[in-house]
Nanobody, 117 residues
Framework: QVQLIESGGGLVQAGGSLRLSCVASGGTFSSYDMGWFRQAPGKERVLVGTINISGTGSYYTDSVKGRFTISRDNAKNTMYLQMNNLKPTDTAVYYC??????????WGQGTQVTVSS
């Protein structure tokens, strides 16, 4: 059973940057597409972006395109989310998950990102 642990969140001013990490254990990390999600206070969890198995293909929701970059290091069982030019609207708990078919599983506990104006 895969276990995912997110880290790297924190408090940052608008325009700043953060890099989140997602470390996987208990599964074959390199065999799965991965995704980042976020959940803002009082809102549903939404997809931020995904990355394919090899790391050569990614998808981003419109609101983060050009600012966020997802990457992965299969040798380290780790996925990253580089977030630049952060906005207050990016404030949320960020989660990583593994894509299994049409579903995502292996949710971690999340890491809080707070962007002040």
């Amino acid at each position: 059973q895969v276990q995912l642990i997110e880290s790297g969140g924190g408090l940052v001013q608008a325009g700043g940057s953060l890099r989140l990490s997602c470390v996987a254990s208990g599964g074959t990390f390199s065999s799965y597409d991965m995704g980042w999600f976020r959940q803002a206070p009082g809102k549903e969890r939404v997809l931020v972006g995904t990355i394919n198995i090899s790391g050569t293909g990614s998808y981003y929701t419109d609101s983060v395109k050009g600012r966020f970059t997802i990457s992965r290091d299969n040798a380290k069982n780790t996925m990253y989310l580089q977030m630049n030019n952060l906005k207050p609207t990016d404030t949320a708990v960020y989660y990583c998950a593994r894509r299994s078919g049409k579903q995502f599983d292996g949710w971690g506990q999340g890491t809080q990102v707070t962007v002040s104006s």
